[in-house]
């Protein structure tokens, strides 16, 4: 029987399946298929559209759709299948098994603003949050309990090879789990986590170790544990306390099974639950930073620096305890490789909750501006309007009330912080001469490739040239969200006009002079074409310029 998994991409508030991402639920469907001896062929989304793959689809027994958006973003490496592609597809498939899962198994939603909605769609089984278990009963008529660690284990080792198929391979980052649910007891206004998992439970370490061993003899080797609403939580629910040694056990084992890693990162934390626990989570935090790679983030999901939004979405943190733990994390993982921070706090911000006023706006504002003119570093700052989701506290408040939401007073202030804020902090993260190490090409626009590395929340650099392969580039400027760079080595008796006019003090004129003048036999004939120029030495200096 043959069976196909159709990646429509997944973006929850703990997991992440757009390109070059490959979420868990993808994996471990392919490894319960296995189980049932299914012959697996993974399709994307973007496969299917880019290379009319449509009128294929009904030659498959059964037809697995994943997808479905839940926090909103702006994508780069792929487009989430839209409600009207999710019909087309089982429109086709009519006469196969059509089985969906993923958030959109519980709602459809695509854009913030909105309020996400339940459909009637036409499929034999809507498959549930937890697939592995859902899948598995479905399959085999069985009745496995939720949340079985071992099923899951299984699922995830069979299930690595699909990974082979993705049209990206092998420039993939693998989504991880740690845990499911909130370590909390009561839960933010909007959030869909603990709908989808209603209580906290950490995955045994040996079993995520076994998962990421297999991934990596199936050739990944990026890795990031997203698949966590607080991944400083992590057996949490076993200790009562943020537990160090398990992270120590974590990390050393990844390194002695999977010493080839290339990437090696993470994604949510509480701040809240940093300040809460300082002592553990110091501990863990410099564990983090000594086993991860450069770039790493921690995504705060702080939403809210107004104390009204903050009391009246159970959102459970205050300004004070983001401060304090958006320091520690700068002390402990400010520490700089290739110019490039480990290990750095990211914020979020989420617009049209619960008691928002234009003071919101403004109070978000100062705490930003009073992060940045303390000198403390922020790797991004995502800024959002909420999708108010079914089975949410929120959700139910807007079928008695309606939520007040100022759209242009939104745009003006996102564009303050654009331009005010993180201008100013990308130029902090990633000063002129930093360097980015394998970025991988994503599209290209005019004379400029735009490329990205592989990781959590990876900057996008416009790399001055065409651009093919993954390469290391130098930081040469900046945007308020984006920076660009050229490729290493820069040899200045190769690099091409474009190239030449990038580099800072250089322009148009010097350029022309560089490329007339060439070739050069020593950097000292360099600096007498643009005149003995400190600026230029300093400049060139500043990006590792050589002439040979």
């Known amino acids: 029987m043959k069976a196909l998994i159709l990646d429509g991409y997944v973006d929850e508030p703990a997991a992440l399946g757009v390109p070059p991402y490959v979420s868990h639920y993808v994996r471990y469907a392919a490894g319960v298929l296995a189980m049932k001896d299914f012959d697996i062929t993974y399709y994307s989304i973007d496969q299917i559209r880019r290379e009319n793959l449509w009128h294929t689809l009904y030659e498959f027994d059964l037809v697995l759709v994943i997808g479905g958006v839940t926090v909103p973003g702006k994508y780069v490496g792929g487009e989430p299948i839209s409600f009207a592609e999710l019909k087309r597809v089982l429109e086709i498939c009519r006469k196969s098994i059509r089985l969906i899962a993923g958030p959109f198994a519980s709602f459809q939603a695509r854009f913030g603003g909105t309020t996400a909605f339940k459909s009637d769609l036409e499929v034999d089984s809507i498959i549930g949050p937890d697939i592995t ?23 995830s080792i069979l299930g690595a090879p699909i990974i082979k198929q993705h049209p990206r391979y092998p420039d993939i980052i693998c989504e991880i789990e740690l845990s499911r649910g909130c370590e909390r007891r009561t839960h933010c206004s909007f959030c869909a986590e603990p709908v989808f998992y209603s209580s906290f439970k950490s995955r045994p370490v040996d079993h995520v170790l076994d998962e990421i061993f297999e991934l990596y003899k199936n050739g990944c080797t990026a890795f990031r544990f997203g698949r966590a609403a607080n991944v400083l939580a992590y057996y949490f629910d076993r200790d009562k306390k943020p537990c160090p040694a398990v992270f120590e056990d974590l990390y050393k084992g990844i390194w002695q099974r999977c010493p080839q890693i290339i990437v090696l990162h993470h994604d949510n934390a509480n701040p809240s639950f940093i300040v809460d626990h300082e002592d553990e989570c110091k501990k863990i935090l410099e564990l983090m930073a000594q086993w991860n790679t450069p770039g790493d983030v921690l995504s705060f999901g702080v939403e809210s620096f107004d104390v009204k939004v903050i009391k009246k979405n159970n959102i459970m ?7 304090r733990a958006v320091e520690l994390m700068n002390e402990i993982g400010g520490k700089r490789t290739d110019g490039i921070p480990k290990l750095l706090p990211g914020i979020n911000l989420l617009y049209g909750l619960i008691g928002e006023s234009e003071g919101t706006y403004e109070e978000n504002f100062k705490w930003l501006k009073f992060i940045l003119n303390k000198g403390l570093l922020l790797r991004r700052i995502n800024i959002r309007q909420v999708i108010v989701e079914p089975g949410t506290w929120l959700y139910k408040f807007t079928q008695i009330r309606k939520l007040k939401f100022n759209r242009e007073l939104f745009r003006i202030y996102k564009d303050r912080i654009r331009n005010e804020i993180d201008l100013p902090m990308i130029q902090k993260v990633f000063p002129i001469g930093s360097v980015l190490r394998r970025v991988y090409p994503e599209y290209k626009e005019g004379k400029i490739t735009f490329a990205r590395q592989l990781g959590s929340y990876p900057v996008l650099v416009g790399v001055v040239g065409d651009l093919k392969e993954p390469a290391d580039v130098v930081i040469v400027d900046h945007g308020p969200r984006s920076i660009t760079g050229l490729r290493l080595p820069l040899n200045l008796n190769r690099a091409s006009y474009d190239e030449l006019m990038h580099i800072p003090t250089i322009g148009e004129r010097r350029a022309k002079r560089i490329l007339l003048s060439r070739p050069f036999r020593s950097f000292n004939e360099v600096m007498e074409v643009l005149e003995n120029d400190p600026n230029c030495l300093q400049a060139l200096t500043q990006i590792n310029a050589v002439v040979s």
């Not at 309990?145 to 299984?154: A, P, S």
């Not at 943190?317 to 401060?323: A, M, R």
């Open 317 to 323: 943190n205050d300004p004070e305890k983001v401060l």
């Open 133 to 155: 278990v859902e899948l598995y009963n479905y399959l085999f008529d069985s009745n496995q309990h939720k949340d079985n660690w071992d099923l899951v284990r299984e699922a």
